[in-house]
Structure formats: C-alpha cells, structure tokens
C-alpha cells in the first residue's frame, strides 16, 4: 500500500511564504514525476509544479518566480517553497506522485495526498 501525507500549509498574510512537504510511505520500488496541484473553492483542481526525478522542474505560469519545487529521492519527498504569496493563491494544495510499488510489476500507480489547506489574507 503506497500513500502520500503533505502538509505545511496554514494561514499567511500577502507577501508572506509557506514550506508543503509530501512524503510518500508504502511499497515504493520507484518515484517518478511529483507535483502539487491546487484547487480553489468553485474552481477545477489545476497544476501548480511538476518535477522529475533528474529535478527537471515546470511551474504553471502564475507562480513562476515566486514558486520552487524540489525533491529528496532518498526520503520519497517533495517540497513546494512558497514565496510572495498572493490571494489567490488560497486553494487547498495536492501533491501527488507516480509511483511504481514493486519491482516483479511494469505497474506504476498515480497517488494523491489528502491535501493541505492554504490561505493568504489581503
């Protein structure tokens, strides 16, 4: 059973920063792409970063500059450093994870964590 637990997020004023981090736990034979995504209230759930596990890293555009992603291979975990935090950058934060749980299997699963709650006031 592989599961991933993130945390780290809270209430911040504009202008401040937040650390998530997301362990993964379980069977985990390897970790390949992580990311956050993020979902707003009355909004779809949308990507926020994206990294390999060479620490090639993607942002989505209204975070670029103020976001860094990063990963440690050896503790299964991925960070999001939050910085310049906006008001719209309230959303509940998702990491998630493609991982292959065993090594006799080609399967590799798409795992979620159970979200993080952020708000930024004005």
């Known amino acids: 059973q592989v599961q991933l637990v993130d945390s780290g997020g809270g209430l911040v004023q504009a202008g401040g920063s937040l650390r998530l981090s997301c362990a993964a736990s379980?069977?985990?034979?390897?970790?390949?792409?992580m990311g956050w995504y993020r979902q707003a209230p009355g909004k779809q759930r949308e990507l926020v970063a994206l990294?390999?596990?060479?620490?090639?890293?993607n942002y989505a555009d209204s975070v670029k500059g103020r976001f860094t992603i990063s990963r440690d291979n050896a503790k299964n975990a991925v960070y999001l450093q939050m910085n310049s935090l906006k008001p719209e950058d309230t959303a509940i934060y998702y990491c998630n994870a493609a991982i292959r749980p065993y090594s006799h299997s080609t399967y590799v699963g798409n795992y979620w964590g159970q979200g993080t709650q952020v708000t930024v006031s004005s």
């Open positions: 379980g069977s985990i034979f390897s970790l390949g792409v």
């Open positions: 990294i390999t596990s060479g620490s090639s890293a």
